[in-house]
């Protein structure tokens, strides 16, 4: 692919990140956050920017497992 695409993809995360923060509801900032994060992922591995791809993925790792796992805990209380 063409590389200009994955600077576009570079761009969506940041707005994805940024969107996050103006979310109120906790579900959704993790929700768009995670779409951020995974944005940065495949925009770091194209451009071989390691520093960006690991903590992205972490993080994507970390929202999956609140939104999967710790939401529901507090469901079933």
Excluded: H, T
Excluded at 56 to 73: E, G, P, R, S, T
């Amino acid at each position: 692919m063409d590389a200009s695409i994955y600077e576009w993809i570079g761009y969506a995360a940041s707005v994805f990140i940024v969107l996050s923060f103006a979310v109120n509801n906790l579900k959704s900032v993790r929700i768009i956050n995670a779409i951020g994060c995974l944005c940065f992922v495949v925009y770091g591995i194209y451009f071989d920017i390691w520093p960006v791809v690991i903590p992205n993925a972490i993080l994507i790792f970390i929202q999956l497992y609140y939104l999967l796992f710790k939401d529901k805990k507090k469901q079933d209380a």
